[in-house]
């Protein structure tokens, strides 16, 4: 059974890069056709689709986050992770990591979440 | 930007009930839709993925169906842990969620 948790810093300061990781266990990060994604959920808001990434190259972002997102894997450590630069209290959310799959892109297996707080 | 409304954006229901929840893209994004629910403090689950397509594991009380701009997910009896939060996604160009369908207790 594949599973992903997210780990990272749970307090950024404003105008600093909030940084997270997923790591995959139960299956590998490298095979399939599979897109490896970032969500995230404003407290009592809509989720919110970040980027994701394909075949460990090609990345797609959400355009209002493109200047300020960088998704990347670590094959070795069969993990993926997001970086935010410049966050403001805005970015304050749960993350949620998952992964886009059956051609469709459906997000069918998700991390349980980690909230990321933006405060001084 | 393609851009997912959905309606309502709440709804009181019962046991039982008959439930239907639109969602609409601001441009065709052929089947390329999907369905999640969401309990409170959980992450979301995948209930259909391609507009109509169950995922595996599902209750057959889910369906979806559309294509084009306009989708429903229809529940065919509300149980108690239907009482949820539903979102829509296109994943035609980017990855857009809809705003939520909260489903309480009548």
């Known amino acids: 059974q594949l599973q992903l948790q997210e780990s990272g810093s749970g307090q950024v300061k404003p105008s600093q890069t909030l940084s997270l990781t997923c790591a995959v266990s139960?299956?590998?990060?490298?095979?399939?056709?599979?897109?490896w994604s970032w969500i995230r959920q404003p407290p009592g808001k809509a989720l919110e689709w970040i980027g994701d990434?394909?075949?460990?190259?090609?990345?797609n972002y959400n355009p209002s986050l493109k200047s300020r997102v960088t998704i990347s894997v670590d094959r070795s450590k069969n993990q993926f992770s997001l970086k935010l630069s410049s966050v403001t209290a805005a970015d304050t959310a749960v993350y949620y990591c998952?992964?886009?799959?059956?051609?469709?892109?459906?997000?069918?297996?998700w991390g349980q979440g980690t909230l990321v707080t933006v405060s001084s | 930007d393609i851009q997912m409304t959905q309606s309502p954006s709440s709804l009181s229901a019962s046991v039982g009930d008959r439930v239907t929840i639109t969602c609409r893209s601001s441009?065709?994004?052929?089947?390329?839709l999907n369905w999640y629910q969401q309990r409170p403090g959980k992450a979301p689950k995948l209930l259909i993925y391609?507009?109509?397509n169950l995922q595996s594991g599902v209750s057959s009380r889910f369906s979806g169906s559309g294509s084009g701009t306009d989708f429903t997910l229809t529940i065919s009896s509300l149980q108690p842990e239907d009482f949820a939060t539903y979102y829509c996604?296109?994943?035609?160009?980017?990855?857009?969620f809809g705003q939520g369908t909260r489903v309480e207790f009548k």
């Open positions: 441009q065709s994004i052929s089947s390329y």
């Open positions: 996604q296109q994943t035609y160009s980017t990855g857009t």
């Open positions: 998952a992964r886009g799959s059956s051609g469709y892109n459906a997000l069918d297996y």
């Open positions: 990434i394909f075949q460990s190259v090609t990345t």
């Open positions: 139960g299956g590998s990060i490298s095979s399939g056709d599979f897109f």
């Open positions: 391609g507009a109509s």
